[in-house]
């Protein structure tokens, strides 16, 4: 969030704005980061809602009431559910520290890095309800040097995740990506 943020204030993402923060987790370090971006946010621990109907029906208000136009999740580990998916597939994207369709799900870095993969990546997909299964929009590789560290991994990954999803999310704002829902 910080990167896209950073990105939007030093005009590499033209015409685009971050209208709404969103975290399961209230107290989550990324909320004092929209604090100080003057971003607006909303904070929502899904077991004070009655059930995941509920919990992305707040959502969704939320989403509508700021109007918002492309979902963004990144560090978002949670699986969106019908009720997100029947108003937002194809409007919402996800950012994954692998090349999808390898090393899906929480650890993609930590997946990658002790299978001894001579590569591996970074991918921004649309989200569908599986766990990382969505159209992929776009990959960047990245190569484990012959000493990697999973540290020196993860450290290369984020610089790369940084630099992919602000350009992905720019060549949507300009439709040079055509939608697949």
């Not at 004092?32 to 995941?52: G, K």
């Not at 996800?94 to 899906?104: A, E, M, V």
């Not at 000493?147 to 949507?172: D, F, G, K, W, Y």
């Amino acid at each position: 969030m910080v990167a896209l943020a950073e990105a939007a204030r030093d005009g590499q993402l033209s015409g685009v704005s971050i209208g709404l923060v969103v975290c399961d987790r209230p107290g989550a370090p990324v909320l004092d980061h929209a604090q100080r971006l003057d971003l607006s946010s909303f904070a929502l621990d899904p077991s004070d809602c009655e059930n995941e109907r509920a919990y992305e029906s707040e959502i969704l208000l939320q989403l509508e009431l700021h109007r918002i136009d492309l979902a963004v999740l990144a560090g978002y580990m949670r699986i969106a559910g019908p009720t997100l998916l029947e108003v937002w597939q194809g409007r919402m994207i996800n950012l994954h520290p692998s090349l999808l369709p390898d090393f899906p799900g929480k650890d993609g870095i930590g997946d990658a890095f002790r299978a001894g993969v001579s590569e591996t990546g970074v991918t921004v997909h649309f989200v569908d309800a599986g766990v990382d299964t969505g159209p992929i929009i776009a990959q960047r590789t990245v190569k484990l040097g012959p000493n990697e560290s999973l540290h020196s991994l993860e450290e290369r990954i984020h610089r790369v995740e940084h630099q992919l999803l602000p350009e992905t999310i720019q060549r949507l704002a300009e439709k040079k990506i055509k939608k697949v829902f």
